[in-house]
Structure formats: C-alpha cells, structure tokens
C-alpha cells in the first residue's frame, strides 16, 4: 500500500524523472542503498524503484512505526524498524537478512539519517554507518547503488520550512531525479565494503544531481 501509494502521490508534488544501469531483472533479495537528505526522499526513490518493477522493505528509523496508520501499514507491509544508538539496533540487521533470504529486496539508507543542513540544494552523501556492508556480507546480496537529488525541494530546512515546502512544492512542481546504478559485490572487509558503497551511491547521485540542473555540483563533491 505505501509504495504504491508513494508512486501516486509524488508525481502531484514533483516532476520525478528515471534513468538506470540494471540491464537485466535482478535475482531476489537484492540490496538498494540510497542517499538519504530529506523527507521527501523515501517517497520519491520508493516510486521510482515501482516503476521499475521492484517493491522492497525499507529499513526505516523506528519512530516512524509510532505514527498511528503509518505504523500499522509499515508492520503489516514487512518494512523493518531501526532503533538507532540502542541496544536493539543489531536486530534491524538480522532482520533485514531474513527478508533478503525470503526473496525480498531491501531498501536502506548508508547514512543512518539526515544530513544537519538548512538549504535545500542537492548534497552529495554523507559518511555511512558500516551496517549495509556488514548486512552484505552476512547475506551474500548484491547491492545496487541509488541516487537522488531533487528532494529537498518539495522539503528541507526548519519545521516551518518543509510545511511551507510541501504545502507549495504541489505548485512549484520541483525536479526530482533517481538514478539506480548497477548491481556490485561489495568487498568482504566492513570499512572496504563501507567506503566502496558510499562512492557508488556518490557516483550515482551524481548523476541524478546533473538530471536537476545543479550548477554548483562539483563544489559540493566529496
């Protein structure tokens, strides 16, 4: 029903574009890393994976399953909750492991949150948490790199500012761009595996920065 929903309600907010490097279907229980600096974003890379024809569980920060609705719908859906600097945090892996080993493909964030910035132009990502090289090796999935840019400008900022942003983005009408890269086999060693994935979800938010327009683009490279 989210994802679904998602790939209904983003085109209303934004113009959202595609390109991708998959030549061929994907085995299940694959691994999608995304860029993650905005709200917005799971929406859009959600709706964008849709109309390729792919349906993952997201691993999502656990407050979200206290929303009323929201929480059920993401339970009953599968969709795995993190609880982040906790005790508990180990077990958002396993059972992201399981997922992949039942088939599922699992949608992640390498960051493990939003970036601490007010504007709202297209960043590159920031440092990753070792967790998805670690679920790699321990599943033996593929992982395919997604990136994004676009997001920030339906919503960023201040509280006030990403309500006064949707609110308009509907009007606006901003550019959203995803573009999913190829499938790669991460290295075996977790800092190896962590900094080869960061760099393949830089190269392809690249590109999707480009798909925007972005002017300043290599000023914000890392």
Not at 170 to 176: A, M, T
Request: net charge positive.
């Amino acid at each position: 029903m989210l994802i679904r929903a998602a790939s209904v309600l983003v085109p209303l907010f934004g113009r959202l574009t595609v390109t991708s490097d998959l030549r061929m279907r994907l085995s299940s229980g694959t691994i999608f890393a995304a860029n993650h600096d905005s709200l917005a974003d799971p929406a859009v890379v959600l709706a964008a994976l849709r109309g390729l024809g792919v349906e993952p569980v997201v691993m999502a920060t656990a407050g979200l399953w206290r929303v009323p609705v929201l929480g059920r719908a993401l339970a009953r859906e599968g969709h795995i909750p993190v609880h982040r600097r906790s005790a508990r945090a180990a077990y958002a892996l396993d059972a992201a492991a399981e997922a992949l080993a039942g088939g599922r493909h699992v949608l992640l964030y390498g960051e493990g949150g939003l970036p601490d910035r007010r504007d709202a132009a297209p960043g590159p990502p920031e440092a990753f948490r070792t967790g998805l090289a670690r679920l790699a090796q321990v599943s033996g999935a593929l992982v395919v790199p997604v990136g994004h840019a676009g997001a920030r400008r339906i919503t960023s900022g201040s509280t006030a500012k990403q309500v006064a942003g949707a609110l308009t983005a509907p009007v606006r009408r901003p550019h959203c761009h995803v573009h999913v890269g190829a499938p790669q086999r991460l290295p075996a060693e977790a800092r190896s595996g962590t900094a080869a994935a960061r760099t393949a979800v830089t190269v392809a938010w690249r590109t999707a920065a480009r798909a925007v327009g972005e002017r300043d683009l290599e000023l914000r490279l890392v």
